[in-house]
């Protein structure tokens, strides 16, 4: 047998084929050895990309028109007609690389619902995951789509479906709708229509989009969200269609960038045009840009708001003190400077505002573990992050075995 026959042989194969349960191998591991079964934990953003049931769908596109043209594309060419896909997206496998990233094509077995609820299942048991958000990488770049009608006939139907197909065939998976803003009455119909239903945590805006998140068209949704008292978050996602990532000629330049820069562009807008003043019940999150930015951000807007006061008038506290009222999910985390972030934690108040996310399955996705191994954080810090935060931001309930098992940490620290 040629030697090359036989290095590849020692090596283990992963394909689109190969199954959740194999490939997250290591995981479940590395949650045992941690006893991560003990932690109540929380996903506050995984993905899916259940291209089977785009037909079902499509069936709750309002528009008459929209959906016959829709049912023909995805018909003649599988094609999920009126969704703006991001070149950045495109990048994300490394050519098949990843294969994970591309697709999963393993068998689901004979189950009684989605095949992609059956993934989840078995993500969530190798990860030891008590509760996961769910939300489509499809419509991530929705927000660039230039036809307006087009992003609220599709996010409305997307958000039927996942609530009353998806999210009810198993209680553990949690939905964040999303909110169309180039169509601020189909917004406000929106929350209206789902908040409080099965499943629903909250409400979420893909942030790659040019839209002024202070204009005044959207006060009327953001009092909304306020009433409910559900949290809005803002999903970062990757665009190579925005002109200063357009002077970008690597995939790593954009990734690196264009997820902190949606963020850090609506975050800006937010606190200096008072919006936590105006709507200071209005539970926020900023979700996918990771944390290494935060404490920039904090810097950078309190030296320039401590000179320039007069052109923030609605703001009664620095931004920074805004930002730490906030929420951030933790991946991607920059764990390769441990003593960064640490710093960056403190910055954040990490023990109350940080939530843990996974982003599986995505290339660059982190284990819950990438938290349970911090060794700066205490017993408390690292489950209230794993899950007793987001058990907060979102109003679940915990289970009192968990509550037993946190109280007993905190003795012990104590």
């Given at each position: 047998?040629p030697?090359?026959?036989r290095?590849?042989?020692?090596?283990?194969e992963?394909?689109?084929?190969?199954?959740?349960?194999?490939l997250l191998?290591?995981a479940r591991?590395?949650?045992?050895?941690l006893n991560?079964?003990?932690?109540?934990v929380?996903?506050?953003d995984?993905?899916?990309?259940?291209?089977?049931?785009w037909?079902?769908?499509?069936?709750h596109i309002?528009n008459?028109?929209?959906r016959?043209?829709?049912?023909?594309d995805?018909d003649?060419?599988r094609?999920i007609?009126y969704v703006?896909?991001?070149?950045?997206?495109t990048?994300q496998a490394?050519?098949g690389?990843i294969?994970?990233?591309?697709?999963?094509?393993?068998p689901?077995?004979?189950?009684?619902v989605?095949?992609?609820v059956?993934l989840?299942?078995?993500?969530?048991?190798?990860?030891s995951?008590d509760?996961?958000v769910?939300f489509p990488?499809?419509?991530?770049?929705?927000?660039m789509n230039?036809?307006?009608?087009a992003?609220?006939?599709?996010?409305?139907?997307y958000?039927?479906?996942?609530v009353?197909?998806?999210c009810?065939?198993?209680?553990r998976l949690?939905?964040?709708p999303y909110?169309?803003l180039?169509?601020?009455?189909m917004?406000?119909?929106?929350?209206?229509?789902?908040?409080g239903?099965?499943?629903?945590v909250g409400f979420?805006v893909?942030s790659?989009?040019?839209a002024p998140?202070?204009?005044?068209?959207?006060?009327?949704?953001?009092a909304?969200?306020?009433?409910?008292?559900?949290p809005l978050?803002?999903?970062?996602?990757?665009?190579?269609?925005?002109?200063w990532m357009?002077?970008?000629?690597?995939?790593?330049?954009?990734?690196?960038?264009?997820?902190v820069h949606c963020?850090?562009?609506?975050?800006?807008?937010?606190?200096?045009n008072?919006l936590p003043?105006?709507?200071?019940?209005l539970?926020?999150?900023?979700?996918?840009?990771g944390?290494a930015?935060?404490?920039?951000?904090m810097?950078?807007?309190?030296?320039?708001y401590?000179k320039r006061?007069s052109?923030?008038?609605?703001?009664?506290r620095?931004?920074s003190?805004?930002m730490?009222?906030?929420?951030?999910s933790?991946?991607?985390?920059?764990?390769?400077?441990?003593?960064?972030?640490?710093?960056?934690?403190?910055?954040?108040d990490?023990k109350?505002?940080?939530?843990?996310?996974?982003?599986w399955?995505h290339w660059?996705?982190d284990?819950?573990?990438?938290i349970a191994?911090l060794?700066f954080?205490s017993?408390?810090a690292?489950r209230?992050?794993?899950g007793l935060?987001?058990?907060r931001l979102?109003?679940?309930?915990?289970?009192?075995?968990?509550?037993?098992a946190a109280?007993?940490?905190?003795t012990?620290?104590?």
């Amino acid at each position: 047998m040629p030697a090359e026959q036989r290095v590849k042989r020692l090596r283990p194969e992963y394909d689109t084929h190969t199954p959740t349960q194999e490939l997250l191998a290591h995981a479940r591991q590395q949650a045992d050895a941690l006893n991560l079964d003990d932690y109540f934990v929380v996903d506050v953003d995984s993905h899916r990309e259940p291209t089977a049931c785009w037909s079902e769908v499509i069936e709750h596109i309002e528009n008459p028109v929209m959906r016959a043209n829709a049912r023909h594309d995805f018909d003649v060419r599988r094609d999920i007609l009126y969704v703006h896909g991001s070149r950045g997206h495109t990048f994300q496998a490394m050519h098949g690389r990843i294969t994970h990233q591309d697709a999963q094509n393993e068998p689901a077995g004979e189950s009684d619902v989605y095949r992609d609820v059956e993934l989840c299942r078995r993500a969530m048991h190798a990860m030891s995951i008590d509760a996961q958000v769910i939300f489509p990488t499809a419509l991530l770049g929705m927000g660039m789509n230039r036809l307006a009608e087009a992003e609220a006939q599709i996010a409305y139907a997307y958000n039927r479906w996942m609530v009353e197909r998806f999210c009810s065939q198993d209680q553990r998976l949690l939905f964040l709708p999303y909110l169309p803003l180039q169509d601020p009455d189909m917004c406000v119909r929106i929350v209206r229509e789902f908040a409080g239903r099965p499943g629903v945590v909250g409400f979420l805006v893909t942030s790659v989009r040019y839209a002024p998140v202070h204009d005044n068209q959207y006060m009327r949704l953001y009092a909304e969200l306020e009433d409910t008292g559900c949290p809005l978050a803002f999903h970062a996602g990757p665009t190579w269609d925005d002109d200063w990532m357009k002077t970008m000629n690597r995939f790593i330049s954009v990734h690196a960038l264009s997820f902190v820069h949606c963020n850090l562009v609506h975050l800006t807008n937010w606190i200096i045009n008072g919006l936590p003043e105006r709507f200071p019940g209005l539970k926020v999150m900023w979700v996918e840009s990771g944390l290494a930015w935060v404490p920039f951000m904090m810097q950078r807007l309190d030296h320039e708001y401590l000179k320039r006061t007069s052109e923030a008038p609605l703001l009664t506290r620095l931004p920074s003190e805004y930002m730490r009222d906030m929420y951030y999910s933790s991946q991607p985390l920059e764990v390769d400077h441990p003593r960064l972030l640490q710093s960056t934690m403190e910055a954040v108040d990490a023990k109350t505002q940080l939530v843990y996310s996974s982003d599986w399955p995505h290339w660059d996705f982190d284990l819950p573990s990438s938290i349970a191994r911090l060794p700066f954080l205490s017993e408390e810090a690292k489950r209230n992050i794993l899950g007793l935060n987001a058990a907060r931001l979102f109003n679940l309930e915990v289970p009192e075995r968990f509550t037993k098992a946190a109280a007993s940490s905190a003795t012990r620290d104590a």
